[in-house]
């Protein structure tokens, strides 16, 4: 009886040793890509705005400490944030839809479309909640910590927010709904998607967040998108669907500007304002983990069999 379970145990064992390991260099090129074009579109946009600037002002090359002054004042153009906001969401959605396409699965599927698991009205609630409140406990650390006047980016949003109506609504509409949609498709989408299927679930969120977080390139902005990507890939798995964080990157986004446009700026509020914001937000954010793990398992879409192809 034993020889004979051999032979059916190997050939068993034969389907398995067969089948590739899914490939992380395409997600991985996309990345790259869509890095490159965003520096090379930066660098583009503030030469001209360098420019823009030194013709207007009078100052020349040579003049370095004026030049100086000159670009600390570029970071906070509007314009110039709204030109690179509608840059990186659209290339993001672009990269996300063309690989996506290249995909021997159907689109829907390598982006993660579909309805996925079902979850009640309270708990899209919970999960914008909890994002919400990790955001501002973020921003509430950085304060307290002093490391919020290293950024650029951010200080560049909210110079943006108080501008103009007409500069604040393409900010509202480009840095809401069409960046919220990008970027999720995108890294929780089509990188999250191939990247849990080779580096397990725990590993792919990481590895998406991680992306996610450097696209930024700024050093207090990119760290806090690290944390709050690693919070949006766990509704992702959560649900099996890219639906609903989506749904929070979008609400998320526009809440934090219109915050910041109708309200006391960051650095106006005290520090026991602020570290009454760090406790009680972050205490607000863990109740939301705990409501939304008692929401029922993790679909079993992840469970699938993974593709090889792109």
Known sequence: MDSQSEPSNAQAA???ATVKRPRVWTVLLAFVLMLVT????????AGIAMGMEMARSGVKAQDTAALTAMMERIKLLPWLHVAGVMTSSLTGLGVALLGGWLSPRPL???LRLTTGASLPVWAWGAALVGCFALGQALESLSVLTGVWDWTSSLKGLQA???ASFG???MLMFFGTLVAGTAEE????????????ERW???GGIAGAATLFGFIHLDPIHSPMALVLGLYLG?????TGSVRLPVFVHILNNAASFLLTRFALSATDLSASVHLALLVGCTLLALGAVVLLRRTGSSPVEGARPALAGS
């Not at 498709?185 to 849990?196: D, H, K």
Request: aromatic content about 16%.
């Open 185 to 196: 498709l995108f890294f929780r989408g089509y990188v999250q998607t191939r990247l849990v």
């Open 234 to 238: 766990w509704l992702a798995e959560r």
């Open 160 to 162: 943006t927010s108080q």
């Open 14 to 16: 034969m389907p398995s």
């Open 167 to 169: 500069t604040f609504a």
């Open 38 to 45: 965003l520096v090379m579109v930066g660098a583009l946009l």
């Open 200 to 202: 397990g679930r725990w």
């Open 108 to 110: 829907r599927e390598r």
